[in-house]
């Protein structure tokens, strides 16, 4: 063993997308140190995205979902631990405390520890068969009691119309169940769609037989020894369920960094490097939040944004700049449409539809003012390619550009 391997080394607390790739950064930016990779899940680290579809469908085995397989991190020098839960981060010595009693030394610290679903503040919330959707074992547990509701006829209740709502309200119907969706906005994503795009999704699951609820007031769950049987609304009403799946938001897993006094505002505090309050530790993923130059906070919640920032932040451990700017993207699988997201449409007053939505394959081009924001894509992978090459160019084409099919837009990046 190098001397080097003998030294505290960098250790990474959560082996999710953004602690896998901070690893392997790690290692291709010339690191020779020991690596130690935590996890608190019993398995080693996994895809998240297939989670609310194939995996939920029984279209993907154990296998097809591992990320990396501890073998292979192993032969590049990476140690995983499982079923390890850190408790508290002593900076002063630059010690783990873990909850086995044991401590971990580190010289670099990266913080990956992702997000943890918001829990529904209800009467009967934690009754058998209300689940929130974020780790394996959760789509493990939703699948189960998904079979049963399919088997004995009985309605699947989601809470909450966003993404991870939808993708698995969209499977539930792929597999057979009931499903009503309550959202209590008056319409579904509002917070990241245009209505037009919003009314589009709305009529897909409708047609695919989902009964959409909006402007929904929950008031409990109702429950008993066999586990829930049903959603108490506001009005007194109460909607027959065998499942409910909440889908009602994520926080960022910041107690650790918090109780350890780093900077934390919806998240750990970064830069555009990963770097945060303190020189030896750095953050990556759905844990963090990003202050923009403007000093107003960024949290994203996607694979790129983990994949980008683990890069940035074994970077700046190997005292280099390598700043997250690139556009941001997204995507969303329901039924047989994929939604790919480019950039961000927060602030658009004006919209242009490019395609026919009523074909099924179009884009929803957002603007403020004529700057364009963000594009939208449903099955026109073209339309989004170009459009993440436009954002981060910063070009702009007009409203009308945008929503003229004739009008070529890859001649704006040509000039």
Known sequence: MTAAMTTPGIVIVGAGQAGVQTAEALRAGGYTGRITLLGDEPHGPYHRPPLSKAWLAGEMDAAQLVLRAPEMLARKGIELRTGVTVRRIDRATRTLQLADGGTLPYSGLVLATGATPRALPLPGADAEGVLPLRSRADASAIAGRMATCVAQDRPVVVIGGGFIGLEVAATARKKGARV????????????????????????????????????????????????????????????????????IGVAANDVLAREAGLACERGIVVDACGRTSDPAIVAAGDCTARRLPDGSLLRLESVQNATEQGKSAAAALLGQERPFTTTPWFWSDQYDRKLQMAGLSAGADAWAVRGDMAAGGFSVYHFQGERLLAVDSVNAARDHLQARKLLDAGLSPTPWQAGDVAFDLGQLLKA
Do not use: N
Not at 192 to 210: C, Q, T
Not at 223 to 243: E, T, Y
């Open 180 to 247: 009503t969706v309550l959202e209590a906005a008056p319409r579904l994503l509002g917070r990241v769609l245009a209505p037009v795009l919003s009314d589009w999704y709305a009529d897909l699951h409708r047609r695919h037989g989902v009964r959409l609820v909006f402007d929904a007031q929950v008031a409990g769950i109702e429950a008993d020894a066999g586990g829930v049987h049903g959603v108490r609304l506001a009005d007194g009403s109460v909607l027959p369920a065998g499942l409910v799946v909440v889908g």
